[in-house]
């Protein structure tokens, strides 16, 4: 599982590098087809299909919603992580290097 944040002082700290614009576009590609099999298990728990057997009950939708938005808000902090590393090689020192202070 990649982890596009660390733990610094606490969860969820941002430390963008260059990696995470690397994170946000390949190890995240699964994420949308395995959240997409989710009205496939929704049936299959309510007929009591194969699937159903596999997961157990219906609490394993629950579980499997977790795991989906989990993923998703990993890929989410990746993009973020991209982000602020891409402000702060291009922005940034545009505004550090500004001598006009009115701008």
Do not use: H
């Not at 690397?22 to 959240?35: A, G, M, Q, S, W």
């Not at 298990?41 to 299909?49: D, I, N, W, Y």
């Not at 609490?59 to 989410?76: I, K, N, P, T, V």
């Amino acid at each position: 599982m990649p982890r596009p944040v660390a733990w610094g002082g606490g969860p969820g700290s941002l430390d963008p590098t260059a990696d995470a614009c690397t994170l946000k576009d390949t190890n995240y590609t699964f994420v949308d087809e395995l959240c997409g099999l989710r009205p496939v298990l929704e049936k299959s728990v309510a007929r009591g299909g194969a699937v159903s057997a596999l997961l157990g009950d219906a609490g394993a939708l629950e579980r499997f919603d977790y795991w989906c938005d989990s993923f998703q808000y990993a890929r989410q902090m990746a993009r973020t992580d991209c982000a602020l590393w891409t402000w702060q090689q291009t922005v940034l020192p545009a505004i550090r290097n500004e001598k006009d202070p009115a701008k």
